[in-house]
């Protein structure tokens, strides 16, 4: 649930190099009940180049009990499966850059939106003062 419930958090999007490399990135995943199973936060990631470790920087152990899988509709993305006893894990990858989609301009758009609404909502039913917001019942 977006905004006004909670505030939208929104991943930063790597350009394309252009020189054509690639960007090496560190994702630390929370796992609940031994379990990780989600979405990487970057896209078009070359899949021999995933490590997972328990610790940050390729330290700790390194784990080999997880999966990686895309979806149909999206190709250029990654979810991964981690089973691991751990608390938590760091993901290590490689990606030339992300695909920007019509869901991520949607998912722009809503916050907007939502903003916008909240915001009209209080000057029709509350006062706005110096900056500050000010209900009237």
Same mark, same amino acid.
């Given at each position: ?99 920007? +989609? ?6 722009? %758009? ?5 903003? %916008? ?18 209900? +009237?019942?």
């Amino acid at each position: 649930m977006g905004y006004p419930e909670q505030i939208d958090v929104f991943k930063e999007k790597l350009n394309k190099k252009a020189s054509g490399g690639s960007y090496v990135v560190e994702e630390k995943l929370m796992l609940t009940s031994g379990v990780y199973s989600g979405q990487l936060t970057h896209d078009n990631i070359n899949n021999q180049s995933i490590t997972v470790y328990t610790g940050s920087r390729f330290s700790g152990t390194e784990l080999r009990n997880f999966s990686v899988s895309f979806p149909d509709e999206a190709p250029w993305r990654r979810i991964i499966k981690i089973f691991a006893e751990v608390p938590e894990v760091y993901v290590t990858y490689e990606t030339p850059g992300d695909t920007v +989609e019509a869901d991520d301009i949607n998912v722009l %758009q809503t916050g907007l939106t939502a903003a %916008q609404r909240e915001i009209e909502r209080y000057k029709s039913a509350g006062l706005i003062d110096g900056g500050s917001f000010k209900r +009237e019942v």
